[in-house]
């Protein structure tokens, strides 16, 4: 078997080595991720379950509680360990690359697998994007997995996968709700093309189907009830146009600098997944992506994976252009769950053209990929953590070993400035390391961070420390440590 499948274990291998090395030092390790560890502390030591999961980029709307108990294995695993447990994380992402090999091994042929597959091992942005440890991150993998059902159920006529495929889609659901609210048009016009096939499935798969998504939504459920549906008032008022909004709607006919501008994101946000700068070469990709898409579409629809892939990318970019909402602002990891059908679709039309361009076009796109990717993903995976504003796992793990080990010398007090919210994440590392500190002590401790858009604020912090004896200074990045002395 491993000699059968060699190229695609080495390009996993190699893809999740990208996705783990020097995890420890490069971590972001912020006000999310210290949050998600601490409810994460709390599900191991049965202190509490969580009905919620994360809040979404609209205030009082939240997702569900999947992501906390998705990563409480890894902190199981880890110890506690951020970098262990965003580990566990990142090999679930990883699973997108063979999954994207079989997706197109099994709907399309084994060239294009090799392809999507390199595309996606090896992208600066989306291995960036897998480190990320942020409820978003393992997207792509159940995207993959709900499209792989799909298929199964349409193509394979194996219709036993239609709950486990309302199972994935409500998990993924409470991973990115912007992205996945979106899977549900798409879902239903792939069925409604495929109506011959879903009208044999027996009533009582699709039963099956609807309890184990409702089953889902029981704990938001339970949450809401109990507090006067606050989540479902606001999601009413963002749809109407009530709340995140200047102009008093969600979705509106697009002015034309919005809808130029929104185009331009697009090419933006996929095209960098390929080309980490863009350039003009990446022009020149994305004028080949439509020519390709114009001229071979009406051939390669017959393919099923092709025809889903297609639905799956441009039916939420279409209704993008309507939505103003959330101030008119939309953010890359918006889009998500939509990089695995861009990549899918690229590699199909790439291999989709006959001798001599079905060697000269994967050739040309390799370089092109490879020579827009391997500077910037050297640069990143070797970078030091010492810059003056650098912040990572690495330099919090600094600052807070340092205070642990002042204080197992000589006891005192401990303050921390995060800007601009509260230190979640050292109030978590220091309660796994050392949570001795005194409440009131001659000696004090000092944690904080460069903050460069508010100095102020920080200037106003140590200045209450001004009349204090400095012992010591440690900085690492943007990160320092203090001890000092009360006069």
């Not at 980490?276 to 994976?305: Q, R, V």
């Not at 102020?456 to 012992?471: A, C, E, G, R």
Request: positive net charge; proline residues 6%; hydrophobic residues 50%.
């Amino acid at each position: 078997m491993i000699k059968k499948h060699w190229p695609i274990i080495l390009i996993w291998f190699l893809g999740l080595f990208l996705r783990c090395y020097r995890q420890g030092d490069l971590l972001g390790f912020y006000y999310d991720q210290g949050r998600d560890a601490a409810i994460a502390a709390d599900i191991i030591s049965f202190k509490n379950f969580p009905a919620i999961g994360p809040t979404t980029g609209i205030a009082g709307l939240y997702l569900g509680p999947f992501w906390y108990y998705l990563i409480t294995p890894g902190y199981i695993i880890g110890r506690g360990s951020p970098a262990a447990a965003s580990l566990f994380i990142v090999f679930i992402e990883s699973v997108s690359i063979p999954l994207i090999y079989v997706l197109l091994k099994r709907y399309s042929n084994s060239h294009t697998a090799i392809l999507g597959a390199v595309f996606w091992a090896f992208s600066r942005y989306l291995i960036h994007s897998s480190r990320w440890f942020s409820n978003p991150s393992p997207l792509p993998t159940f995207v993959l997995i709900i499209m792989l059902f799909m298929l199964k159920i349409i193509v394979d006529k194996k219709y036993k996968y239609l709950p486990p495929l309302f199972l994935i889609l409500g998990l993924s659901l409470q991973l990115e709700a912007a992205s996945a609210i979106f899977f549900f048009p798409i879902l239903i016009l792939f069925f409604i093309l495929n109506l011959k096939i879903i009208k044999k499935i027996q009533p009582r798969i699709w039963i099956q189907s609807a309890l184990v998504f409702g089953a889902l939504l029981l704990p938001q459920l339970a949450f809401e009830i109990k507090n006067s549906f606050p989540a479902t008032k606001t999601l009413i008022g963002f749809l109407g146009g009530q709340v995140n909004s200047l102009s008093g709607s969600s979705f509106a006919v697009p002015s034309l600098p919005f809808l130029i501008e929104r185009l331009r994101f697009y090419y933006q946000v996929f095209f960098t997944k390929l080309d980490t700068d863009l350039t003009s070469w990446s022009l020149l990709a994305l004028l080949f992506f439509f020519l390709a898409l114009i001229i071979k579409t009406k051939n390669l629809w017959l393919n099923p994976l092709y025809k889903l892939t297609f639905l799956w990318l441009f039916i939420p970019l279409i209704l993008l252009l309507f939505f103003v909402g959330n101030y008119g602002r939309l953010y890359d990891y918006y889009l998500i769950g939509y990089f695995p059908a861009f990549i899918i679709l690229f590699s199909i039309l790439i291999n989709s053209f006959s001798f001599p361009f079905s060697l000269l076009l994967p050739l040309l796109s390799l370089i092109y990929y490879f020579n827009g990717n391997y500077v910037h993903l050297k640069n990143f995976l070797t970078a030091g953590i010492d810059g003056p504003t650098h912040i990572t796992l690495g330099n919090s793990l600094f600052a807070v070993n340092r205070a642990c080990q002042e204080n197992i010398l000589e006891k005192g007090t401990l303050d921390i400035y995060v800007p601009p919210v509260t230190p979640t994440t050292y109030n978590y590392l220091i309660n796994k390391l050392c949570s001795n500190f005194l409440p009131d002590s001659s000696v004090r401790y000092l944690i904080y961070e460069v903050d460069n858009e508010n100095p102020d604020k920080l200037s106003f912090w140590l200045s209450k420390y001004s009349q204090d004896k400095l012992i010591i200074s440690s900085r690492l990045g943007g990160v320092t440590f203090e001890k000092r002395l009360r006069q």
